[in-house]
Protein backbone atom coordinates (compact mmCIF):
# COMPACT_ATOMS: atom_id res chain seq x y z
CA UNK A 1 0.00 0.00 0.00
CA UNK A 2 1.38 3.82 -0.81
CA UNK A 3 1.32 6.42 1.91
CA UNK A 4 2.30 10.22 1.66
CA UNK A 5 3.69 12.37 4.90
CA UNK A 6 3.48 16.12 4.50
CA UNK A 7 5.63 17.19 7.14
CA UNK A 8 4.14 20.54 8.52
CA UNK A 9 0.60 21.08 8.20
CA UNK A 10 1.43 24.85 7.83
CA UNK A 11 4.35 26.53 6.71
CA UNK A 12 4.93 30.42 7.13
CA UNK A 13 7.61 32.11 4.86
CA UNK A 14 8.28 36.01 4.28
CA UNK A 15 7.75 36.84 0.66
CA UNK A 16 10.85 36.14 -0.84
CA UNK A 17 12.17 33.82 1.13
CA UNK A 18 12.79 29.88 0.32
CA UNK A 19 9.68 27.94 0.10
CA UNK A 20 10.20 24.10 1.05
CA UNK A 21 7.31 22.25 1.10
CA UNK A 22 8.48 18.45 2.77
CA UNK A 23 6.70 15.04 1.14
CA UNK A 24 7.98 11.64 1.76
CA UNK A 25 6.23 8.60 0.13
CA UNK A 26 6.47 5.07 0.26
CA UNK A 27 5.51 2.44 -2.30
CA UNK A 28 6.00 -0.93 -3.23
CA UNK A 29 6.90 -0.61 -7.01
CA UNK A 30 8.23 2.64 -8.80
CA UNK A 31 6.26 5.62 -8.17
CA UNK A 32 4.95 8.38 -9.89
CA UNK A 33 4.73 11.91 -7.90
CA UNK A 34 2.48 14.71 -7.77
CA UNK A 35 2.18 17.96 -6.13
CA UNK A 36 -1.15 19.72 -6.35
CA UNK A 37 -1.94 23.36 -5.25
CA UNK A 38 -5.79 24.39 -3.95
CA UNK A 39 -5.91 28.16 -3.79
CA UNK A 40 -8.60 29.33 -1.36
CA UNK A 41 -12.57 27.87 -2.92
CA UNK A 42 -11.16 26.34 -5.94
CA UNK A 43 -10.41 22.92 -7.03
CA UNK A 44 -6.70 21.24 -7.54
CA UNK A 45 -4.59 22.35 -10.04
CA UNK A 46 -1.32 20.00 -11.15
CA UNK A 47 1.86 21.81 -10.23
CA UNK A 48 4.43 19.43 -11.32
CA UNK A 49 4.95 15.32 -11.61
CA UNK A 50 7.33 13.21 -11.92
CA UNK A 51 6.92 9.85 -13.89
CA UNK A 52 10.85 8.87 -14.94
CA UNK A 53 13.65 10.21 -16.50
CA UNK A 54 14.98 13.51 -14.50
CA UNK A 55 14.97 13.50 -11.54
CA UNK A 56 14.30 17.32 -11.02
CA UNK A 57 11.11 18.29 -12.46
CA UNK A 58 10.01 22.12 -12.87
CA UNK A 59 6.75 23.02 -12.43
CA UNK A 60 4.21 25.89 -12.86
CA UNK A 61 4.53 29.70 -11.16
CA UNK A 62 8.44 28.81 -10.45
CA UNK A 63 8.28 25.36 -7.95
CA UNK A 64 10.10 22.63 -8.57
CA UNK A 65 10.77 19.42 -7.03
CA UNK A 66 13.40 16.40 -6.99
CA UNK A 67 12.54 12.86 -6.84
CA UNK A 68 15.16 11.65 -4.30
CA UNK A 69 14.38 7.16 -4.28
CA UNK A 70 17.31 6.77 -1.51
CA UNK A 71 15.26 9.42 0.58
CA UNK A 72 12.02 8.33 -0.40
CA UNK A 73 11.19 12.29 -0.57
CA UNK A 74 9.77 14.35 -3.48
CA UNK A 75 10.18 17.96 -2.03
CA UNK A 76 8.48 21.28 -3.28
CA UNK A 77 11.10 24.49 -3.54
CA UNK A 78 10.46 27.13 -5.00
CA UNK A 79 13.45 30.31 -4.78
CA UNK A 80 11.77 33.10 -3.95
CA UNK A 81 8.01 33.04 -2.14
CA UNK A 82 5.06 35.75 -3.45
CA UNK A 83 2.06 36.27 -2.03
CA UNK A 84 0.07 34.80 -4.93
CA UNK A 85 1.56 31.31 -3.74
CA UNK A 86 0.00 31.23 -0.10
CA UNK A 87 -2.32 28.09 -1.35
CA UNK A 88 -2.66 24.68 0.40
CA UNK A 89 0.04 22.06 -1.47
CA UNK A 90 -1.09 18.44 -1.75
CA UNK A 91 1.50 16.02 -2.42
CA UNK A 92 0.15 12.17 -4.00
CA UNK A 93 1.33 9.21 -4.95
CA UNK A 94 0.53 6.67 -7.97
CA UNK A 95 1.82 3.35 -9.21
CA UNK A 96 3.35 4.11 -11.39
CA UNK A 97 2.34 3.65 -15.45
CA UNK A 98 -1.39 2.51 -16.05
CA UNK A 99 -1.96 3.56 -12.51
CA UNK A 100 -4.80 6.19 -12.00
CA UNK A 101 -5.22 5.55 -8.13
CA UNK A 102 -3.90 8.43 -6.55
CA UNK A 103 -2.64 8.95 -2.78
CA UNK A 104 -3.02 12.34 -1.15
CA UNK A 105 -0.75 13.57 1.86
CA UNK A 106 -2.92 15.94 4.14
CA UNK A 107 -1.60 18.73 2.91
CA UNK A 108 0.47 21.90 3.67
CA UNK A 109 -1.20 24.66 4.14
CA UNK A 110 1.46 28.02 3.17
CA UNK A 111 1.53 31.36 4.29
CA UNK A 112 3.46 34.30 2.72
CA UNK A 113 3.97 36.82 5.09
CA UNK A 114 4.48 40.77 3.59
CA UNK B 1 -5.48 19.31 -19.98
CA UNK B 2 -9.55 18.53 -20.46
CA UNK B 3 -11.52 21.87 -18.75
CA UNK B 4 -14.19 20.29 -16.44
CA UNK B 5 -16.73 22.24 -14.72
CA UNK B 6 -19.25 21.04 -12.00
CA UNK B 7 -22.67 22.26 -10.99
CA UNK B 8 -23.46 23.38 -8.27
CA UNK B 9 -20.88 25.22 -7.13
CA UNK B 10 -21.93 24.99 -3.32
CA UNK B 11 -24.64 24.39 -1.94
CA UNK B 12 -26.77 24.61 1.61
CA UNK B 13 -28.92 21.08 2.29
CA UNK B 14 -31.11 20.34 5.29
CA UNK B 15 -30.56 16.88 7.01
CA UNK B 16 -31.95 14.32 5.46
CA UNK B 17 -32.32 15.44 1.78
CA UNK B 18 -30.73 14.37 -1.33
CA UNK B 19 -28.18 15.94 -3.67
CA UNK B 20 -26.94 15.44 -7.04
CA UNK B 21 -23.35 16.70 -8.36
CA UNK B 22 -23.19 17.17 -11.96
CA UNK B 23 -19.10 16.79 -13.59
CA UNK B 24 -18.96 17.88 -17.61
CA UNK B 25 -15.83 17.50 -19.29
CA UNK B 26 -15.21 19.00 -22.65
CA UNK B 27 -14.10 15.99 -24.19
CA UNK B 28 -14.17 12.36 -24.30
CA UNK B 29 -12.18 10.77 -21.32
CA UNK B 30 -12.02 7.15 -19.93
CA UNK B 31 -11.44 7.46 -16.64
CA UNK B 32 -13.34 9.39 -14.47
CA UNK B 33 -13.29 9.58 -10.60
CA UNK B 34 -15.02 11.12 -7.67
CA UNK B 35 -13.31 12.74 -4.13
CA UNK B 36 -14.76 13.83 -1.00
CA UNK B 37 -12.44 16.50 0.89
CA UNK B 38 -14.17 16.94 4.66
CA UNK B 39 -12.98 20.23 6.05
CA UNK B 40 -9.64 20.93 6.50
CA UNK B 41 -8.68 17.26 5.19
CA UNK B 42 -7.21 15.71 2.31
CA UNK B 43 -8.62 14.19 -0.24
CA UNK B 44 -10.35 10.63 -0.57
CA UNK B 45 -11.42 8.94 -3.11
CA UNK B 46 -15.08 7.61 -2.79
CA UNK B 47 -15.53 6.11 -6.65
CA UNK B 48 -14.32 4.95 -10.16
CA UNK B 49 -17.17 5.60 -12.10
CA UNK B 50 -17.11 3.74 -15.32
CA UNK B 51 -18.82 4.33 -18.51
CA UNK B 52 -21.96 1.36 -18.82
CA UNK B 53 -20.96 0.22 -15.52
CA UNK B 54 -21.50 0.42 -11.98
CA UNK B 55 -19.02 2.28 -10.63
CA UNK B 56 -16.09 1.10 -8.67
CA UNK B 57 -16.64 2.15 -4.70
CA UNK B 58 -13.50 2.28 -2.14
CA UNK B 59 -13.80 1.30 1.38
CA UNK B 60 -16.08 2.82 3.61
CA UNK B 61 -18.35 4.02 0.52
CA UNK B 62 -21.21 2.68 -0.50
CA UNK B 63 -23.52 3.07 -3.87
CA UNK B 64 -26.93 3.08 -1.64
CA UNK B 65 -25.34 6.46 0.16
CA UNK B 66 -23.53 7.66 -2.65
CA UNK B 67 -24.99 6.67 -6.19
CA UNK B 68 -23.02 7.33 -9.29
CA UNK B 69 -23.84 7.56 -13.12
CA UNK B 70 -21.64 7.79 -16.11
CA UNK B 71 -24.13 7.55 -19.05
CA UNK B 72 -21.22 8.72 -21.51
CA UNK B 73 -17.20 9.33 -21.71
CA UNK B 74 -18.11 13.24 -20.70
CA UNK B 75 -20.46 13.39 -17.83
CA UNK B 76 -21.07 12.02 -14.29
CA UNK B 77 -23.50 12.72 -11.45
CA UNK B 78 -22.78 11.93 -7.61
CA UNK B 79 -25.60 11.62 -5.50
CA UNK B 80 -25.01 12.62 -1.66
CA UNK B 81 -27.85 10.82 -0.11
CA UNK B 82 -30.20 11.13 2.87
CA UNK B 83 -27.24 13.80 3.93
CA UNK B 84 -26.20 14.63 7.82
CA UNK B 85 -23.91 17.16 8.42
CA UNK B 86 -20.61 14.49 8.38
CA UNK B 87 -21.85 14.81 4.91
CA UNK B 88 -20.46 18.57 4.85
CA UNK B 89 -17.47 18.81 2.66
CA UNK B 90 -16.34 19.46 -0.77
CA UNK B 91 -16.55 16.67 -3.78
CA UNK B 92 -14.10 16.66 -6.40
CA UNK B 93 -14.59 14.96 -9.76
CA UNK B 94 -11.56 14.26 -11.78
CA UNK B 95 -10.65 13.13 -14.64
CA UNK B 96 -7.49 10.46 -16.15
CA UNK B 97 -5.65 11.48 -18.95
CA UNK B 98 -4.25 8.45 -20.68
CA UNK B 99 -1.19 9.83 -22.43
CA UNK B 100 -0.18 12.02 -19.53
CA UNK B 101 -0.90 9.69 -16.83
CA UNK B 102 -2.25 12.38 -14.41
CA UNK B 103 -5.37 13.43 -12.79
CA UNK B 104 -7.08 16.97 -13.50
CA UNK B 105 -9.56 18.09 -11.21
CA UNK B 106 -12.73 19.96 -11.27
CA UNK B 107 -13.74 22.97 -9.40
CA UNK B 108 -15.15 21.36 -6.71
CA UNK B 109 -18.93 21.53 -5.11
CA UNK B 110 -18.83 23.04 -1.54
CA UNK B 111 -21.98 21.33 0.32
CA UNK B 112 -22.93 22.22 3.97
CA UNK B 113 -25.68 20.20 5.47
CA UNK B 114 -27.38 21.95 8.19
Known amino acids: AQSVTQLGSHVSVSEGALVLLRCNYSSSVPPYLFWYVQYPNQGLQLLLK??????LVKGINGFEAEFKKSETSFHLTKPSAHMSDAAEYFC????????????FGKGTKLSVIP | SAVISQKPSRDICQRGTSLTIQCQVD?????MFWYRQQPGQSLTLIATANQGSEATYESGFVIDKFPISRPNLTFSTLTVSNMSPEDSSIYLCSVGNRVQETQYFGPGTRLLVL
Open chain 1, 92 to 103: AVSDGAGSYQLT
Open chain 1, 50 to 55: YTTGAT
Open chain 2, 27 to 31: SQVTM
